[in-house]
């Protein structure tokens, strides 16, 4: 039976190394972002015969509920979402950070978030599929300042309340939770970070759990530098 992936923020960085992870496992894959211009070079890598590409802004519900249709009619069955479309803030903390940057932040993080939950939940109930979400390590910690921490502190949240929600209707929801990781988020590769594979691999870890296994979380952080002799 072939299974079928839909990413969400899958042109570059985390969502596309789970692409080509989650391909090389033989998944149908449903890939979107806002533009179809930089997802097309993902899916003639992949296979346009593998791959459905949707352009879509994840915080308008009805390009949302044609995504799901347009899945559906392209490979019959959703088996996994992985919601992982997410953008940052701008620097100034809560005294001085740019609020529009805030509000675009907060809609995509969250709303859009909650709202590819509730678009691909009646596919997922019939597949007794897999929510696995992109949170951080950010929603762990106390930052200094950072909006971008508080959402994905409601990120947690969500997933937790969703597990709950979700009882007894066997589908799985694994928080996934990177510490730094060197992706196009920033705008100079960071020092001791996780590269985009490595989230991807926590993905497929996650994923190829039998049914009675439920990874609820996986907090993934760099080894911290080795110290100098």
Known sequence: MERVMLITGASSGIGAATARAAAREGYKLVLTARSQERLEPLVQELGPENVLSVAMDVTDMAAQQAMVEQTLERFGRLDAVFANAGRGGSPGGF???????????????????????????PALRKAQGHVLITGSAAGRATIPGSMYGATKWAVT?????????????????????????????????????????????????????????????????????????
């Open 157 to 229: 949240g969500l997933g937790h309340n969703l597990r709950e929600e979700l009882r007894g209707s066997g589908i799985r929801v694994t928080l996934i939770e990177p510490g730094m990781v060197d992706t196009p988020f920033f705008d100079a590769p960071p020092e001791n970070a996780l590269e985009a594979r490595d989230i991807a691999s926590a993905v497929l870890y996650a994923l190829d759990q039998p049914a009675h296994v439920d990874i609820n979380e996986l907090l993934v952080r760099p080894t911290p530098p080795r110290a100098e002799d």
């Open 95 to 121: 005294s001085g950070a740019d609020h529009e940057a805030w509000r675009d932040m907060i809609l995509t993080n969250i709303y859009g978030l909650g709202l590819t939950v509730q678009a691909t939940l």
